[in-house]
């Protein structure tokens, strides 16, 4: 491994260990009812960090190159999380403090960074790869070469989002744009679409298995328009219950391509629990946001939604291809094992299991106990992935 390499190792190690402690975070501040804050930790503490870490390590070698300079990851870290602090430290606090500003030019900064770094890396290589899709030659090759495509268009999505958070908090009058609609971008254009983009890529060369073609282009293509429309129009109908459509086309169908590589393979590597269990939670909050986007779900059901996604499609999928990556076993430590890994996905599934159940029946003491079995399962998690790069 070159020194780039082993540098951005570390860096996606660091991204990964701070996103678990603001997981833990996100959730502890819902046992304490500080839901905003809970929102707010998990998007730009939890799910945005790690798929930047994930991103600097993945992407430059998806396309064969490496990254211009692995410092950039530890500057964009930086930035990141000092930010992070200051929006939690707003959003918490009571004197009048400009923090939320100072911590989203932060944030924003940072995320300069990372766009930067990776359009220089694989920026060439990605819009070389439209017009080979577009002309068709290579058919075998399509499929892979749509998946990259989708790269530019989710950090495309990651910039439309930091644009949309700046409007919110700097003195400029461009229409009412909201939090939940930065989320969307956010959550839906950046790290899902890279999900399915990159996940395309590792289930085939994880697991040998072939994946059906039309499925693979109607998940990534209804997958980059949903965000456009949710996020753009939201509760404006009719568009917004056609991004409700795509986006429930779209994962659907990586839940579908995920089932399918757990039936076809006999590879049975640890991981593969998280990643099915996340496309399942995730299928089921589409099901039920898209319900309540038709006029024919229950009041609870956004509540549902945005739990299966921030406690259950989220972490046990980032949680899956982690201990791809990272594989807990060898007993090179207390724990480090498969049945430990295996452990700590089943605990992550079953307290999103009742967390949801509790937020859906409205029974407190339900809810409260997912989310105790989600803080253990987080912090087994983080146990086992940090002492696995501490012995790296």
């Not at 819902?30 to 503490?45: M, P, Q, S, T």
């Not at 017009?131 to 499929?143: C, D, I, P």
């Not at 939940?180 to 994880?206: C, D, E, K, P, S």
């Not at 079995?373 to 987080?378: E, R």
Request: charged share 10%.
């Amino acid at each position: 491994m070159n020194n780039g390499s082993a540098g951005l190792r570390t860096w996606t190690q660091r991204f990964t260990v701070a996103s678990v402690g603001s997981f833990v975070s996100s959730l502890l501040a819902l046992l304490g009812e500080a839901n905003e804050a809970a929102v707010l930790i998990g998007v730009f503490g939890f799910i945005c960090p790690m798929v930047f870490g994930m991103a600097y390590l993945l992407l430059p070698s998806y396309v064969g190159e490496t990254l211009v300079d692995q410092r950039l990851a530890g500057i964009h870290f930086v930035l990141a999380y000092v930010g992070v602090i200051l929006l939690v430290a707003d959003q918490l606090g009571t004197e009048e403090i400009p923090l939320k500003l100072l911590g989203v030019t932060l944030w924003a900064i940072g995320t300069l960074v990372f766009v930067g770094s990776l359009l220089a890396t694989v920026g060439p290589t990605a819009v070389g790869t439209v017009a080979e899709t577009l002309r068709g030659s290579g058919r075998s090759q399509r499929s892979t070469r749509l998946a990259t495509t989708m790269i530019p268009v989710a950090v495309g999505y990651l910039l439309i989002g930091t644009i949309a958070l700046l409007t919110i908090v700097a003195p400029l009058q461009i229409g009412a744009i909201t939090v939940a609609q930065v989320v969307h971008y956010y959550l839906i254009g950046f790290a899902t679409l890279l999900i399915y983009a990159l996940g395309t890529r590792l289930l085939t060369a994880f697991f040998h298995v072939s994946l059906p073609r039309p499925v693979v282009w109607a998940m990534l293509i209804t997958g980059a328009i949903a965000p456009a429309f949710l996020g753009t129009f939201l509760w404006i109908d009719p568009w917004f219950q056609v991004g409700g459509v795509f986006a429930t086309l779209s994962m659907l169908g990586y839940a579908g391509i995920v089932l399918l590589v757990v039936l076809k393979t006999d590879r049975r590597r640890v991981g593969v629990s998280g990643i099915a269990l996340g496309a399942i939670a995730g299928g089921a909050a589409v099901v039920s946001a898209v319900l309540v986007v038709f006029g024919v779900g229950q009041p609870t059901s956004i509540a549902v939604h945005r739990t299966l996604i921030l406690a259950g499609f989220f972490p046990l999928t980032i949680v899956g291809y982690a201990y791809l990556f990272f594989p807990i076993t060898g007993d090179q430590f207390t724990g480090a094992n498969a049945r430990s890994a295996r452990t700590t996905i089943g605990v992550l599934g079953v307290g999103v299991a009742i967390q949801s159940v509790g937020v859906a029946s409205q029974y407190e003491l339900v809810r409260v106990i997912g989310l105790l079995g989600s803080i253990a399962g987080t912090i087994g998690c983080g146990y086992l992935l940090g002492r696995r790069f501490l012995n790296d």
